[in-house]
Structures are given as structure tokens and as C-alpha cells.
């Protein structure tokens, strides 16, 4: 059992309010998931309902959380300590021969679970179904996720919806899977962010997300419609008092009982019924219908001038032998691209996309006739996150560049306070949003793309993509995300061991 009671967290370094007055009870079946923008304080607000000490050292919390029973959770990142077990030891205080029904669910053999492979070196998937059996292994009664649909590939991801959706545990989790969130989840956590941050709003309905999504858009555009029209008829009937009381001001066509012709009398009572009649619309205007407010997801898009002939040839790429640690993991590997193509690469988790696509875009990055640009699987490989934002981006533009960036980041959400935050400290999805505004300004017309929509926001998400689906460029990438998949790429080979094979 898990219940919240008017739970209010403040960021102690910006003395920001970031959720306020928060009550939510988390009962039997139910698979609720907590949506918003990059920031807007989710993986926080999860952490403290698992545990308030893994944010006590940011936030300043006040409010009740009521829990009963055993709980796991499953955290956004792997700590570094564990990264450096074999996955022998991390296994080494559960019985996974106990569990072989959840080992052979997740696709996991017991040669791998016995191996005495770094942590470190697994792919993003690996790392997640590793984690994943480790925490159904001790029987939980609440279930904890944060963000556990990024890198898995689509087996898994199938997997972990069924899951999800029949568990009778109740779960609480985060993702930025559209898909995965409208096939699961029957309760919405919606937290927004208004006025440039400064006030917090939470929406929580118990509707699925295709339904919420309908309803939220048909209140906000009823309740918008009324406000409106209360204001509108408000204006006009202001309009009309003014006029009169400029009339009556003005008026020497009253008589008084002498039949003298006067300013005061009847037109003193006129003016005094016209004030009386004005402070009355001054109190109609304290009760208006509020205008609705809600954050949108970011808007960006790439410079439209960007554009490669169809016949140009991009790259021709040839490797007999792909290894990682010295294990085989594909061979005879051949991929030729031209022109404006949106290229996906897909395969099993561990089957070497990652490692492919960074010796792709090692192949690329250093010619002269394209401008090719790379978001790597892991952001570290390209940014340094001891620097700021706002240095980073200095250090790679001139001074016009650098003003229109700091443009771009207020139209991507980011406060000014945000852009003096070191990288580090931001959210996934900030740091995702910093690596697009850095192709968007390098003007590239070729991206090379590992899982680019993992970390928006199921609002921000589908912006990201109609900018890839207007990219006319050439995009190599590798995605799990099946909305991506439909939408943006328009060839997809699946990477296997025996290399890349067109999908029909």
C-alpha cells in the first residue's frame, strides 16, 4: 500500500516549489504512471515515495507518505559501483535458480547470469533485464520504475508491457514509451510546470492515456471557451457603462422642479446609479472563469534550407568482424546509404548497435562535404557534464550562435537557472535537449542517432520526431521506439550474427 497526503518538495538550490499539495493513493491494480517535461521533477518525486533519503540531500520535503509492505524499485541509472560487478556477483544475494520462470520471461540464460562479464560493459538493455530480475526475484508487493522501457529492444519491451498490464502488483512508474504507457497504464500522474516554472500543477486521472489525452484537451478547450466569452461580454457591457457615464457627465438637459436647466439632480442620481452599477461589473470580474493554462511540449525543428541529393553517396560502410571484449557478435557486415534516406537499425539487446553505430559515425565525422553530427547512447561520450550548458554551448559557437541558443533553450523549457546548472545535475531529457539544439545550430545534414527520442517526454516526443520526419538530411539511428519506427524511418535493417539484413 502506498498513500501520499498533500506532499509539497522544494529544490533547495534554486528555493524552487516543484510539486505542491500532492495526495495520490496507489491501490490494487492499479499501473500508474507519472508524465511531464524533461525536469519537471518525476524521477524525484518517485525516489521520495520509495524513499524520502535518496533526495534528502536536494530537496526539502514536507507532507505524509504512508507505506506497507515489501517494495522495489528500479532506478534510472545504475550506480557506478554496481557497473563494476560481474554479473555473477551481482546476482550472488538472490536465488535465481528459484526464479527460472522470471529468467526464461526476460530471454536471460543462466550462462550469462554465471558470467563473470563487467557490468560496464553490457548494453543498456542488458543492464535493465538484469536489474529487472534481480527485484522480481525478492517478491515485491509495490513496484518502483523508473523509465525501465529505455534500451530494450522490442522483444523485451513486449515483454515488459504483459507485465505490466497483468501484474496484479501495484506499480508506479515513468516512461517516455507512448506506446508502452497506452497499453499499460489506467492511472495518469500528469505534473506540469507553469509560468516559466514558477508554479506547479498536478492532474491525476484515472483514464487511460489516449483518453486522458481526449479529455484533457476537450476541458481545457471548453473551460477556454468560457473564459473567453465571459471576458468578451464583459468588454461590451464596460463599453456601454462608459458611454453612458460620459453622457450623464456631459448631459445639461436636466431640469430641475423650477424647470431651470441643470447638471445636478436628475443627472447626479444618473451618475451615482451608472457608479453603483460599475462596481457591481468590478465584483462579476472577480469570479471569472480562470484561462486554462498548461505546458506544451518543446518546439524545435531543423534549418528547412538543409537538404543532400538524392544520389549522393553518404556512406559505404564494410566490416567482416564486429567484437566487443573480444566476443563475436556479427560478421560480414554491409551497409551502403545515399541521399536523404532515414535509416533504422534494430536487433536484439547485446547485439552490438551501439558499438556498430559509433564506427559509423567515426567513419563520417571527419568529412568535409557533409556536416555529420552524433547522439550517442550515453551523452558523456560528447559532453563534458561538469560544464553548464550555457558553457558548453559557448565553447562551441561564435556570439550570434550563442544568442540564438540561449533563444532555442527558452523555447526547449530550460530556466535561467537551469542554464547555469552543470550538465550533470540536469535531467536525461534536458541533456537530450542540449545534444539536439547542438545539431540544430551545427546545421548538420547527417545524424547519426542512438535511441534520440529515449529520453523526451510522451509530450516532447512526438515534436522530436516530426523534426526528423521534416529532416532533409540523412539520418542513421538505432531506436526501439515503435512510434519513431513508423513514423521517421523509412528503411530498417535488423543487426543480427550474421550481419545486417534488410527488413521487408
Not at 192 to 208: C, G, M, N, V, Y
Not at 381 to 389: A, E, K
Not at 425 to 449: C, D, H, P, T, Y
Amino acid at each position: 500500500m502506498l498513500q501520499a497526503k498533500n506532499v509539497n518538495l522544494y529544490l533547495l538550490k534554486d528555493d524552487r516549489l516543484l510539486l505542491e499539495n500532492f495526495s495520490f493513493s496507489l491501490g490494487e491494480n492499479d499501473k500508474a504512471v507519472i508524465i511531464g517535461e524533461e525536469g519537471n521533477g518525476k524521477s524525484t518525486l518517485l525516489k521520495y515515495l520509495y524513499d524520502e533519503e535518496l533526495v534528502a540531500d536536494y530537496v526539502q520535503a514536507s507532507g505524509q507518505v504512508v507505506k506497507k509492505g515489501v517494495f522495489g524499485y528500479l532506478p534510472q541509472f545504475m550506480s557506478d559501483e554496481e557497473q563494476q560487478m560481474t554479473i555473477n556477483e551481482y546476482f550472488m544475494d538472490v536465488d535465481i535458480y528459484e526464479n527460472y520462470d522470471i529468467v526464461d520471461s526476460l530471454n536471460l540464460d543462466y550462462d550469462f547470469l554465471l558470467s563473470s562479464q563487467i557490468i560496464r560493459t553490457l548494453s543498456g538493455g542488458e543492464k535493465i533485464k538484469i536489474q529487472l530480475l534481480k527485484l522480481l526475484c525478492n517478491r515485491p508487493d509495490t513496484l518502483f520504475f523508473d523509465e525501465p522501457s529505455n534500451d530494450l529492444d522490442i522483444d523485451t519491451l513486449t515483454f515488459l508491457e504483459e507485465f505490466i498490464k497483468n501484474s496484479s502488483i501495484p506499480i508506479l512508474f515513468i516512461s517516455h514509451d507512448e506506446v508502452l504507457i497506452s497499453n499499460t497504464a489506467n492511472v495518469i500522474i500528469h505534473i506540469e510546470q507553469l509560468i516559466r516554472k514558477t508554479k506547479s500543477a498536478i492532474t491525476i486521472s484515472r483514464l487511460d492515456y489516449e483518453s486522458y489525452l481526449k479529455y484533457r484537451n476537450l476541458q481545457f478547450d471548453k473551460q477556454t471557451q468560457v473564459a473567453l466569452k465571459e471576458r468578451s461580454e464583459y468588454k461590451k457591457k464596460r463599453e456601454r457603462l462608459l458611454q453612458l457615464y460620459e453622457k450623464a457627465r456631459h448631459n445639461t438637459g436636466w431640469k430641475n422642479p423650477d424647470g431651470i436647466a441643470s447638471s445636478d439632480g436628475g443627472a447626479k442620481k444618473s451618475m451615482q446609479a451608472l457608479v453603483s452599477k460599475g462596481k457591481r461589473f468590478e465584483r462579476e470580474k472577480e469570479s471569472f472563469t480562470d484561462i486554462p493554462d498548461r505546458e506544451e511540449g518543446l518546439f524545435t525543428r531543423f534549418d528547412t534550407e538543409i537538404c543532400i541529393p538524392p544520389q549522393k553517396r553518404i556512406l559505404d560502410f564494410s566490416l567482416p568482424e564486429l567484437k566487443v571484449d573480444g566476443k563475436l557478435l556479427s560478421k560480414n557486415i554491409e551497409l551502403s546509404v545515399i541521399g536523404n534516406k532515414h535509416i533504422c537499425i534494430i536487433g536484439k539487446n547485446g547485439a552490438g548497435k551501439s558499438t556498430l553505430l559509433k564506427l559509423i559515425w567515426e567513419s563520417l565525422k571527419d568529412r568535409k562535404d557533409i556536416i555529420a553530427s552524433y547522439m550517442p547512447q550515453d551523452y558523456r561520450d560528447i559532453i563534458d557534464y561538469s560544464l553548464t550548458p550555457t558553457e558548453f554551448l559557448q565553447t562551441c559557437y561564435d556570439k550570434q550562435s550563442y544568442t540564438l541558443a540561449l533563444t532555442y533553450m527558452g523555447t526547449m523549457k530550460f530556466t535561467t537557472d537551469e542554464m547555469q546548472h552543470s550538465i550533470g545535475e540536469l535531467s536525461g531529457g534536458q541533456r537530450a535537449k542540449i545534444i539536439f539544439l547542438n545539431m540544430v545550430l551545427q546545421k548538420a545534414n547527417v545524424l547519426i542517432l542512438d535511441e534520440p527520442t529515449r529520453n523526451f517526454s510522451p509530450l516532447s516526443a512526438p515534436v522530436i520526431r516530426q523534426a526528423l520526419i521534416d529532416f532533409n538530411g540523412t539520418i542513421i539511428s538505432i531506436s526501439h521506439d515503435r512510434k519513431y519506427l513508423d513514423e521517421v524511418a523509412d528503411t530498417i535493417y535488423v543487426l543480427s550474427e550474421d550481419g545486417l539484413k534488410l527488413l521487408q
